[in-house]
T-cell receptor, first 116, second 108 residues
Framework: NAGVMQNPRHLVRRRGQEARLRCSPMKGHSHVYWYRQLPEEGLKFMVYLQKENIIDESGMPKERFSAEFPKEGPSILRIQQVVRGDSAAYFC??????????????FGDGTRLSIL | QQPVQSPQAVILREGEDAVINCSSSKALYSVHWYRQKHGEAPVFLMILLKGGEQKGHEKISASFNEKKQQSSLYLTASQLSYSGTYFCGTAGANNLFFGTGTRLTVIP
């Protein structure tokens, strides 16, 4: 029973390039959450998606960042024209139901993004 | 809405006990606890629900006091494998708000 799968594990980009991070949720989970973690800090919420819908993107920077969760395939977090400050670990989590008060989120191993 | 954890860091010898606290300025309905080892994904430990319920996971247990808007994680007879950063999380409408983290180091 595969867990949350993220790829790539490590991604290096030069300033100005695009970064695409992928997340396949656990089987049976249709709710996906993206978090960003800077070194020595906690996880900061970015966006919550269900299949084909963005439910809450209140944590996403207004520019350069976008996310999708198509009907078929993984969820994608896309960062255009990357800058040094985008360097971080990006984690994806999934859950089977939207109510977070009484069920855990299951995290993937993350993508470590480094900007040269 | 980010909860505050204390202490920020703690060093224990194997077999010693520790308490990690998580406080929120907002009303709490549930508290999640996760452990993250360096370079790895956060791993779910337990959820505490409103009602002062205490839960356990091996020798790790937690309590939840909704009146004080805080939760405490208790690690007893610590093992080397307990080392990592512990995060509490409080549920918002569509996401978890994670605390600042407590780095726990267990030494032989």
């Amino acid at each position: 029973n595969a867990g949350v799968m993220q790829n790539p594990r490590h991604l290096v980009r030069r300033r100005g390039q695009e970064a695409r991070l992928r997340c396949s949720p656990m089987k049976g989970h249709s709710h996906v959450y993206w978090y960003r973690q800077l070194p020595e800090e906690g996880l900061k919420f970015m966006v919550y998606l269900q299949k084909e819908n963005i439910i809450d993107e209140s944590g996403m920077p207004k520019e350069r960042f976008s996310a999708e969760f198509p009907k078929e395939g993984p969820s994608i977090l896309r960062i255009q024209q990357v800058v040094r400050g985008d360097s971080a670990a990006y984690f994806c989590a999934s859950s089977p139901l939207p109510e977070l008060s009484n069920q855990p989120q299951h995290f993937g191993d993350g993508t470590r993004l480094s900007i040269l | 809405q980010q909860p505050v954890q204390s202490p920020q860091a703690v060093i224990l010898r194997e077999g010693e006990d520790a308490v990690i606290n998580c406080s929120s300025s907002k009303a709490l309905y549930s508290v999640h606890w996760y452990r993250q080892k360096h370079g790895e994904a956060p791993v779910f430990l337990m959820i505490l629900l409103k009602g002062g319920e205490q839960k356990g996971h091996e020798k790790i247990s937690a309590s939840f006091n909704e009146k004080k808007q805080q939760s405490s994680l208790y690690l007893t007879a610590s093992q080397l494998s307990y080392s990592g950063t512990y995060f509490c999380g409080t549920a918002g409408a569509n996401n978890l708000f994670f605390g600042t983290g407590t780095r726990l180091t267990v030494i032989p």
